[in-house]
């Protein structure tokens, strides 16, 4: 008796999903990008040029880092997992801005933590989407934190600096005397419907504001 062996070849290989994008940067060159699958596996790439290209495979959660010394870190996920085995022909391009932001001081370091961006796959239009409301979370964090950085002014008068930010929607001026031996801290909250001021967290007139900061 004859034996058959009967071997199936599939009529199309599975072609992989390529994320792939240009660091916007002009100036950014050598930015380390640090690929996290949810397996386990990490892998590092150093990008030499501002075009970067990667292969991504089916059926994992990827968290895909941008970091460069002096820039803040940004993290896109990627899911590439429930697509249907028949909608994979081809495979999928992701094109991905890898544009940074410069690290400013006194930033808050939970952005770096932030998703800025999520994408996966939609049944419907047979692609990949970007979910809108986590790049709007990851922009208005950037928002509220660019109105929180201090601006520093020129001061009227030697012993006093100033500094002013923003914070729940009310501008706050705070000015520094130094005494010699010890600094003085004066406020002035502004909002819509107050002002108030403080000399070291104690109430205080607008007078010696103007009187102990002018």
Do not use: C
Not at 11 to 33: H, M, P, Y
Not at 137 to 166: G, S
Not at 180 to 193: A, L, N, P, Q, R
């Amino acid at each position: 008796m004859l034996k058959y062996l009967l071997i199936f070849i599939p009529l199309f290989s599975q072609a992989q999903i390529t994320l792939f994008g240009e660091l916007k940067n002009s100036n950014l060159r050598q930015v380390d990008i640090t690929v996290i699958k949810s397996s386990g596996s990490t892998e590092n790439i150093n990008t030499f040029d501002r075009e970067y290209k990667l292969n991504l495979d089916y059926g994992f959660v990827y968290d895909i880092q941008f970091k460069k010394s002096g820039y803040l870190t940004k993290t896109v996920r990627i899911d590439t997992r429930n697509i249907p085995f028949e909608d994979r022909r081809g495979g999928f391009e992701i094109e991905l801005d890898g544009k940074l932001l410069k690290r400013k001081e006194g930033l808050n370091p939970d952005i770096e933590k932030t998703i800025s961006n999520f994408a996966s796959y939609d049944h419907e239009v047979k692609n990949f989407i970007f979910d809108t409301g986590t790049s709007l979370k990851y922009n208005n964090l950037l928002k509220v934190e660019k109105d929180k950085t201090p601006q520093k002014n020129q001061p009227k008068r030697e012993d006093v600096t100033e500094m002013i930010y923003y914070l729940d929607n009310r501008k706050i001026t705070e000015r520094k005397v130094n005494k010699g031996k010890w600094i003085d801290v004066y406020t002035k909250v502004e909002s819509k419907y107050f002002t108030f001021y403080f000399k070291n967290d104690i109430d205080i007139t607008q007078e010696i504001w103007k009187l102990d900061t002018e």
